[in-house]
């Protein structure tokens, strides 16, 4: 079992920036086989994938609509991800979600191949 707590939501305006960190717990978390990345569910609308990272060897992908202005970065010490979202926009508001896995495909973005779940922390951008 792993279980994900993410933290660092919140209200922001447009331009702004915002950290999301999620921290990982549980023996099975494997540091050589394990991806950990983030999905976003805007408000009435399907879970997206945002970015992911591999824990062994740092390889990162991201959302089109994010590319340059997310990035996605690991602390193997803690076991913990950081997702720093600048030039935030409205259209980033979502609740937002951490995952894991340890076979995932390589471009990380189903979200049927993740095993675990954060609860989510929600990101509102205004206008």
């Known amino acids: 079992q792993v279980q994900l707590v993410e933290s660092g939501g919140g209200a922001v305006q447009a331009g702004g920036s915002l950290r999301l960190v999620c921290e990982a717990f549980g023996r099975t978390f494997n540091r050589y086989r394990n991806t950990m990345s983030w999905f976003r569910q805007p408000p009435g609308k399907e879970r997206e994938f945002v970015s992911g990272?591999?824990?062994?060897?740092?390889?990162?992908a991201y959302a089109d609509s994010v590319k340059g202005r997310f990035t996605i970065s690991r602390d193997n010490a803690k076991i913990t991800t950081t997702l720093q979202m600048n030039s935030l926009k409205p259209d980033d508001t979502a609740t937002y979600f951490c995952?894991?896995?340890?076979?995932?495909?390589?471009?990380?973005?189903?979200?049927?191949?993740?095993?675990?779940w954060g609860q989510g922390t929600q990101v509102t951008v205004s206008s």
């Open positions: 990272i591999r824990w062994y060897s740092g390889a990162t």
């Open positions: 995952a894991t896995g340890r076979n995932i495909g390589s471009t990380m973005d189903s979200s049927q191949e993740y095993e675990y």
